[in-house]
């Protein structure tokens, strides 16, 4: 079976300090990644997509940026992190023609 | 590009009622899939229910069922017998399913539902 894995659950990270999320997923090919943010009570914003290695799509300019080394592993990272980039994270895969399937989560705080 | 609304921010419903969200969406592609998530207090986000759209049968998984009109662009989620764990935001969703298109998921911005004992 499929399951996906993203870490750390939780980060404090002060302001201008680097930033990076990894996400793997395992027990599937090919899959395609994403990335996505979620205010506090808010829906879900969409920051990178990825339909293979080193295939990397920007939904929004920002200070944040995405790499794809291997085909289940997708990171999310930043050279300076901002007080603005404080939110959730969601990490998720999927293959057609089912949905997506999301980890659990980082929640991070920048101080 | 594809659009999708939640118009109702919030909803109630009392225990072992039944509850309908709402969700519209905006696509000039003829196949494409829509879902429903549940995203409970945890933050995690859970696969409730999913559409295709070259289906003209509804959707059904225990006690949720869509109700997918695809010339209104309409899929909106019933819950029967609400339970106190169906309390959660729940996100529409839409995917493109056809050749060449895009492998974005969009999703509305929520419904927060609640259940009263």
């Known amino acids: 079976s499929q399951t996906i894995h993203q870490w750390p659950a939780t980060l404090v990270q002060p302001v201008g300090s680097p930033l990076s999320l990894e996400c793997t997923v395992e027990?599937?090919?090919?899959?395609?990644l994403y990335w996505y943010r979620q205010a506090a009570g808010r829906g879900l914003q969409l920051l990178f997509y990825s339909v293979g290695i080193g295939q990397i799509s920007s939904e929004v300019p920002q200070n944040l940026s995405a790499s794809r080394p291997q085909d289940r592993q997708f990171i999310l990272s930043s050279k300076k992190l901002l007080l603005s980039d404080s939110g959730f994270y969601l990490c998720?895969?999927?293959?057609?023609?089912?949905?997506?399937?999301f980890g659990q989560g980082t929640r991070l705080t920048v101080v | 590009a594809q659009t999708v609304t939640q118009s109702q921010p919030e909803m109630s419903v009392q225990e072992a009622e039944t509850v309908t969200l709402s969700c519209t969406y905006d696509?000039?592609?003829?196949?494409?899939?829509l879902f429903w998530y549940k995203q409970p207090p945890s933050r995690q986000m859970i696969l409730v229910i999913r559409q295709e759209a070259y289906k003209q049968q509804n959707a059904t998984e225990n006690r949720f069922s869509v109700n997918f009109q695809k010339a209104a662009k309409s899929f909106s989620l019933k819950i029967s017998d609400s339970q106190l764990g169906d309390a959660a935001m729940y996100f529409c969703?839409?995917?493109?399913?056809?050749?060449?298109?895009?492998?974005?998921?969009?999703f509305g911005k929520g419904t927060k539902l609640t259940v009263n004992p």
């Open positions: 696509t000039s592609e003829s196949d494409y899939y």
């Open positions: 998720a895969w999927s293959v057609r023609p089912y949905g997506a399937f």
């Open positions: 027990g599937t090919s090919n899959p395609n």
């Open positions: 969703a839409y995917r493109s399913a056809g050749l060449g298109g895009s492998e974005k998921l969009v």
